[in-house]
């Protein structure tokens, strides 16, 4: 088969497995919160994730036609829009469950998540550093603290939210985009080392986290206090079966697991689905994975690469995190599962990484030329 051949085959995957994950999350928005709005014909909750739905499609389509050199010119201004809305957050956001997270702006139909733009706009101004250094330059400390600032500034707005997950599923889609793209693993031991140090320390100093700890640590000692909504989310898990119960007979989503629409969807999804939805969840996510690396390996421009490795991680790392939560692997954190869970911002952030892995697929065969730092190799052993 041609590489252009390959390239549409695996344009079709990325796609197959977008629509085929937001139609399951349709599905499970409706069923999960269905229940909690009876009597109503179409209740609002659903309504909304596929009025998000349909949004996110058109925003898609928009960032696929783009050329990808709009978004390497207009990263660093996307990005410092980001800031201006993550402090504009901290001063004018809604409060809810003790975090300042929302932005209403008059005029908007939704509540803006900036989180969710945080992280998009950081991995694309990170993947346009690195797409404009010379390959010599890939271990300069230079180069490190260039990106450092770029992504200290919107991890410490979010910690002060407070918005531990965000932040650290940030730093999770940075490290990736700077490994695919060529810097030596001795350059990058010790950012990983200050990212640990600080979420240790961030753990220590913030009670709500330690919290989560403790329920993570022991969830059925603290089945009534941190554990709780882990063990329901295990009690999930065990009802589903391998088959599940049917779906609208799951009975977790009515008051005994908070965030089923949202967090904790794909606890949902395996009580009604079962093990054979959960796995076709996980396949979906492994074969989107899968196509947008090979995008990037094919790609022949810098940014091209770079930028297919950032969309790729901002939808995988994300799930990989979620799906790890849910099922006890890692400490409760608030964390969304692309396209399945409740919430525009999401959706939204979501259908422009897929639109613009799309773009970089169709552009894989075209060179132009760049200082671009990242080569096949290092996407081959990433």
Known sequence: MSDAGAT??????????ALGLTAIGVLMNYSTTAALEIGQALPPLALRHVIGVAVALVCGVFAMRAPL?????????????????LVATLVFGTTANGA?????????????QVAELAKFATALVVATLLASVPPKQLGSWALLQRVAVFVAIPVGLLLLQPDFGSAVMLCAVVGFVLFAGGVPLRVLVLPVLTVAAGAALYITVRPYAAARVRGFVDPWQNAHAEGFQLVQSFVAFGRGGAFGVGLGNGLQKLSYLPEAHTDFILSMVAEEMGLAGVLLVLGLFAALCFAGLRIASRARQPFALLVASACTALIVVPAICNAAVVMGLVPTKGLTLPFLSH????????ALAV???????????????????????SVARA
């Open 8 to 17: 549409r085959s695996l344009d079709g995957a990325v796609v197959l497995s």
């Open 69 to 85: 050199r709009t978004w390497e010119r207009f990263a660093v201004p996307l990005w410092g829009l980001t800031v201006v809305l």
């Open 100 to 112: 300042r997270r929302w932005l209403v702006i008059p005029g908007v139909p939704v509540a803006i």
């Open 343 to 350: 919430g525009t911002n999401s959706l939204l952030c979501s």
């Open 355 to 377: 639109g613009i892995l799309l773009r970089a697929g169709r552009d894989a065969g075209v060179t132009q030329p760049s200082y671009g730092a990242a080569t096949s190799r």
